[in-house]
């Protein structure tokens, strides 16, 4: 099948776009960013979704399915850029889908579109509206990304629409939202707060992507790890110290210390849970992680270790 | 052995009727060694502190899906901390009771650890729903908030009960399993509710006893369970007939109720 990856380039792109060649597909790519040493059968051209070139890769290669994962979940990116590429880039996507023939469009979204507030129940289903915007204003272009994208269900007949909303990722490239929390040694807690995470290992993250490539589910649809876990024991297997700190001083201790930087709307994200019910995914596309509960810390942790091996003196 | 848990609570934890995954944890987060923290001191106050007596507990399917429904007692939640207490130690094989609490709770530091992990989550219908899918113990309070408020002299009283669990009972096929807590309005004598100081607290309200805080006296407990009660239908029908059910577990209560303030009088 000729499948076409917007935002090829980016570590998780790169998995996805290994594994559908795995699978046997013929893989194109469109990216701002290089993808120098990709393998044979994977094409990526350099080209920004929103502008004419990127219509030519649509115009020649025709594909069958489009993955779309040119979005930009990195927080601390600027807003106007976000929403330029987040909102103007899937639609564009969506225009060449139509005329260039598309047979199915994927959408590759995050289950942060529900936002974590202290009343809301543990478990999300897909037919929920998005909560927390109020508080967490920097999400906003994503969940509009992702209702957007989502009006292709009955917008755009022609084809068929599969609309992901997946849990957090992480392995080998650390790349993504937890990646980058828990990048350095100490990852800072909110004291007396331990809020369950859903991690899912890179790799069946890229094996979710071939199944809906595969079984074309028409819908929206979750998409998770098999079960949640406290925070507090990710950033234990991730080989990390959690430093819990009284939350009406964590707003000053972010970005110093060594701790990382997060919006204040971010905060509510590592106080209370966002668990999604992926139930519906699974029966549509017969999807299974394979990796054990732990395997996605594990695999970051040997990738980035905490604390770098000193090389031994020659 | 994990801090604070003992021996029978930490093997009668795992006897659970749950899965726990690589971090020791079910697909709701409750946790192993948590449960087995928290019912070693529910054990510590129920025989060491006060005196615990539970009578039909064998009322209380041995697995599948139920709903244990009673009566607060006054004070704060004693009543459910004892309930969980008594099916997780004086049943065999042990259950855990999943209580739906108030949904300040989790806003709190801690007090949301301590509920979440050991299974008592917010009261939502969703949460009610999906444990009982899942085959789990569901504790239900129909008085609400309100219950725990009672004063002393209200203590035996049961106010007006809610009519969403007998639907959701109805629905999900799942017996209800009556009961009778008495004891609760004696260890926590409330003279009247603090409300301001509940406020500045981030809790509803503090009871205020004759010595002032709600320090619970080392009383006497009862805690009787009636027979399950089973209501035909899908959860859909009229107002009318959910009341006459929820009518039939308020009167079923009402009675374990009296027979346990007889029993009280007669020691």
């Not at chain 1, 013929?26 to 990127?54: H, L, N, Q, S, Y």
């Not at chain 1, 890769?57 to 330029?84: C, G, I, N, W």
């Not at chain 1, 906003?140 to 909303?165: N, Q």
């Amino acid at each position: 099948m000729r499948i076409l990856v917007p935002g090829i380039s980016g570590k998780l792109g790169r998995v996805v776009a290994l594994r559908l060649l795995a699978e046997g597909h013929e893989i194109t790519g469109i990216d701002r960013r290089p993808w120098t040493d990709a393998p044979p059968g994977i094409t990526v051209f350099a080209a920004d979704i929103r502008k004419r070139a990127a219509e030519e890769v649509f115009r020649k290669f025709r594909p069958q399915t489009v993955v779309h994962m040119a979005t930009v979940t990195h927080l601390l990116a600027r807003s106007e850029d976000r929403y330029r590429i987040n909102l103007g880039g899937t639609r564009a996507v969506l225009a060449h889908c139509q005329t260039y023939g598309a047979e199915h469009f994927v959408f590759v979204g995050r289950h942060t579109y529900y936002g974590a507030a202290p009343d809301s129940p543990l478990y999300h289903t897909e037919d929920e509206p998005p909560l927390g915007l109020g508080r967490f204003p920097e999400l906003a272009d994503l969940v509009a990304a992702d209702l957007y994208a989502g009006t292709a269900l009955w917008r755009r007949p022609e084809f068929r629409t599969s609309i992901l909303r997946a849990s957090y990722t992480l392995g080998e490239t650390g790349q993504g939202t937890l990646g980058s929390f828990l990048r350095g040694a100490r990852v800072p807690t909110l004291l007396g707060f331990d809020p369950l995470f859903q991690v899912l290992h890179e790799s069946d993250f890229a094996e979710a992507i071939a199944a809906t490539v595969r079984a074309r589910p028409h819908g929206v649809f979750n998409v998770a790890a098999r079960s949640p876990m406290p925070l507090s024991t990710v950033i234990k297997e991730a080989g990390r110290t959690s430093i819990p700190v009284p939350e009406p001083f964590i707003a000053a201790a972010l970005g110093r210390f060594g701790l990382p930087k997060l919006p204040q709307g971010a905060l509510d994200h590592i106080k209370y849970p966002i668990v999604i019910d992926d139930r519906s995914f699974r029966k549509e596309t017969g999807f299974s992680p394979k990796q054990g509960d732990l395997s996605p810390m594990h695999a970051f942790r040997a990738a980035h270790p905490a604390h770098p091996a000193v090389p031994p003196p020659i | 052995m994990p801090f604070l848990a003992s021996s029978e609570a930490l093997s009668r934890a795992a006897r659970l009727d749950v899965s726990w995954n690589e971090a020791g944890v079910d697909p709701f987060g409750v946790s192993r060694e948590h449960v087995a923290r928290l019912m070693t001191i529910l054990d510590v106050f129920s025989r060491r502190y006060f005196d615990l007596e539970v009578h039909g507990i064998k009322h209380v399917p041995d697995r599948g899906r139920c709903m244990i429904v009673g009566n607060h007692s006054g004070g704060f939640a004693l009543d459910g901390a004892m309930v969980l207490a008594s099916l997780f130690f004086r049943k065999d094989p042990p259950r855990l009771a999943q209580g739906m609490v108030e949904k300040f709770l989790n806003k709190l530091p801690f007090a949301n650890l301590w509920a979440n992990r050991a299974g008592q989550f917010t009261g939502l219908p969703e949460h009610a729903e999906r444990l009982l899918d899942e085959e789990r113990a569901l504790l239900v309070f129909p008085e609400g908030a309100k219950g725990t408020e009672k004063l002393f002299k209200n203590r035996y009283d049961l106010l007006e009960f809610g009519t969403g669990f007998v639907r959701l009972a109805i629905a999900k096929k799942a017996p209800i399993v009556p009961f009778g807590f008495l004891g609760g309005g004696e260890a926590v004598p409330t003279i009247r509710n603090a409300y301001t100081l509940g406020k500045l607290l981030g809790v509803p309200y503090v009871p205020v006893t004759p010595w002032g805080l709600p320090i619970p006296l080392p009383v006497h407990l009862d805690l009787l369970f009636g027979e399950p009660l089973f209501f035909e239908g899908t959860g859909n029908e009229d107002d009318e007939y959910i009341r006459e059910c929820v009518a039939k577990v308020k009167a079923s209560i009402r009675k374990i109720l009296d027979d346990g303030i007889a029993r009280r009088s007669g020691r």
